[in-house]
C-alpha cells in the first residue's frame, strides 16, 4: 500500500485497507535466502484462527510457525514484537510486527 524502501521478507496480511501481521526476520547474513515480499489476504474467521495460534505460542512461550506461500516458518521464542502506524495519502496502515534474524 505504502511506498516502503525497507528490506521485506515474509508476510503481509490484509483485511480491507490495514495490513494487519507481518511477519519479517532481519537478516544477519548468516544464511543466505530468497529476499520475499508476499502479501495474502484472508477471510476474518481465516485471520483470527492464525492470530490465536500466534498469541497461544507467545502466552505459552513456545515457537511459533506457519506456513506461507509454500515455505514453513518458524519464528523463535524470542523474536522482537511491535507495532506500527502509518497513514499517508487518505489510507492508515497498522502492523503487527515479528522481527527476528536469519
Known sequence: MFSNKK???????????????RL?????GVKKRKTRD????????????????LV???ETGKKFSIQ????KIS???DAVINIEHER???????????KWGI
Open 56 to 58: 497461544d505460542a507467545l
Open 88 to 98: 499517508a495519502s487518505g489510507v492508515e496502515e497498522i502492523e503487527f510486527q515479528i
Open 75 to 77: 519464528v523463535p521464542q
Open 24 to 28: 519479517r526476520p532481519i537478516s544477519n
Open 38 to 53: 508476499i502479501e495474502k489476504a484472508y477471510s476474518k474467521a481465516e485471520f483470527i484462527k492464525k492470530l490465536r495460534r
Open 7 to 21: 528490506s521485506k521478507f515474509i508476510s503481509n496480511s490484509h483485511v480491507g485497507y490495514g495490513r494487519i501481521l
Open 68 to 71: 506461507i506461500a509454500g515455505e
